[in-house]
């Protein structure tokens, strides 16, 4: 697609995607689907639940089961067959009672003829997201122009081979770039995740933000003492937050520790890699409420599974929604243990929660980027307490995302062979599109400089 017919196939999405549409005899009853939904000269969709049958695709792929990825899925789906990891086809059964019968579990890293597509084989790589998620990556001939869209590709009916790698929502490693169905290939187009393009947003390592959660837990429920820097640069002495008297403090460890509760904020799902390790570094079970256990269930994790218990006495971990993991609302769930617990230790994790110390360049070189980033470090003492904590209750704010940072889809964009890459989130508006495509650019003159794609150096298989 030229760049004047990109331009004008975002303007087609952008109408697509309004959010006064409401679907009526006229506009056909259903909403339109944007040109990224469906992949080009294929009869496959992907994530695109919310538009209903959309012409000419005859398979639809489900990269996780996050709401705004399954929107309009639901019992009553019969647009056609589902095509998903074995994980997310049982979260949509089991949380959107969908008929079996469409619902297709594909197995990981093997590839699959998809029926009715013209040859089309898949493959299913970890999105390194929540549990079930997937990239898909894509090879076939272009057989039909699918879709909504009025622009359409020249390139149906060659002989040619494509290869679409679609990323919905991952946190990007070398383990991507070097699996198998990737290293050493030269891929058409890349359906990329771009919730985090923005140099704001070189948030550290999941590695490094999971191991301080849990070694930030034992600390506190030792009531050992902690420090560590606020945005200010001021030390902060986390046992200060925590003064006993001195009859308190000759209690044994073994009795006051029992007092003591972690909540960790978290999805419908996502988020588990974090209680796991706070749930190990305590020696303790977790307990969440049966909705969410139920859902818990789904995911096959065996070593989940065995933490998990009804008896919410005692888990000295407890789950709940992300947003109810602040100071204020808090304060109504603690008054439900009073007598048990009688101080709480919150974690909320979430990438929002980050932000670049002042200073930070917002226009840096690659080199920089790359640099910058892998020459940081992040351990508990960089977790504080965020405002209004108090000794009972003290919430930390925890950098945590299960999308990529800028850093890493930097370091993605750089190791592998990609002809085209389209943003996939945060494209609502032709400013936005157009400082995410500038970052796109610069991905490809650094490639160039480079010569050919090279694996940006990592720290471990699982991150940069």
């Known amino acids: 697609m030229s760049s004047h017919k990109e331009n004008e ?13 409401r679907p009526n005899k006229a506009n056909g009853g259903r909403r339109k689907a944007p040109f990224y939904k469906v992949m080009t000269g294929m009869p496959i969709a992907v994530d695109a639940f919310r538009y209903g049958t959309i012409p000419g695709v005859t398979a639809y792929f489900l990269t996780h089961a996050h709401s705004d990825h399954y929107t309009n899925l639901s019992s009553n789906w019969k647009s056609g067959p589902i095509y998903c ?103 058409d187009t890349v359906y990329l995740d771009t919730t985090y393009l923005d140099p704001r947003y070189c948030f550290p390592s999941q590695p490094e933000v999971i191991s301080a959660c849990a070694e930030l837990s034992k600390r506190l429920v030792k009531r050992e003492s902690v ?10 002495t986390v046992e200060n937050w925590f003064a006993k008297p001195e009859k308190e403090k000759e209690k044994t460890n073994a009795k006051y520790n029992s007092k003591t509760l972690v909540v ?38 065996l070593e989940l599974d065995a933490m998990m218990t009804t008896d919410p006495y005692t888990a000295g971990v407890h789950l709940l929604p992300l947003g109810t993991v602040a100071t204020d609302r808090l304060k109504v769930y603690i008054d439900r243990w009073k007598g048990h617990f009688d101080r709480v230790i919150g974690f909320r994790p979430t990438g929002w929660t980050y932000s670049p110390t002042n200073g930070t360049d917002t226009l840096p070189s690659i080199p920089t ?7 940081r470090t992040f351990t508990y003492a960089n977790l504080t307490p965020m405002k209004n904590s108090t000794a009972a209750l003290t919430v930390y704010g925890v950098p945590y995302s299960e999308h990529s940072s800028f850093f890493e889809l930097t370091c993605f964009a750089l190791s592998f062979d990609w002809g085209r890459m389209i943003a996939t989130v945060n494209v609502g508006s032709e400013s936005s599109r157009g400082k995410m495509a500038k970052w796109v650019e610069r991905w490809e003159a650094e490639r160039k400089k480079i010569g050919k794609a090279e694996v940006v150096p990592f720290r471990a298989p699982d991150y940069w």
């Not at 196939?9 to 549409?21: G, Q």
């Not at 980027?369 to 020459?375: A, D, E, G, P, T």
């Open 85 to 187: 990891s074995e994980g997310t086809a049982n979260l949509i059964i089991h949380m959107l009672a969908v008929d079996p019968k469409w619902v297709h579990p594909l197995p990981m890293d093997i590839p699959t003829l998809i029926p009715d597509t013209g040859g089309v084989h898949v493959t299913l790589i970890e999105a390194n997201h929540c549990p079930g998620s997937s990239l898909f990556m894509f090879e076939g001939r272009q057989t039909v122009n699918a879709g909504d869209s009025t622009y359409k590709s020249a390139f149906v009916g060659s002989d040619r081979t494509f290869r679409y790698l679609h990323c919905g929502d991952f946190r990007a490693s070398p383990q991507h770039v070097l699996h198998p169905a990737v290293k050493g290939k030269r891929i």
């Open 369 to 375: 980027v790359i640099s910058r980033s892998q020459s």
């Open 264 to 301: 960790i904020g978290t999805y419908s799902i996502g988020k588990e890699r974090i209680v796991k390790a706070v749930a190990n570094a305590l020696n303790t079970k977790v307990y969440c409420d049966a909705r969410k256990a139920a859902i818990l269930r789904c995911q096959s994790d």
């Open 227 to 236: 420090s560590g820097c606020s945005e200010s640069g001021k030390v902060k």
């Open 9 to 21: 196939a975002w303007k087609e999405a952008t109408v697509a995607e309004d959010r006064n549409f």
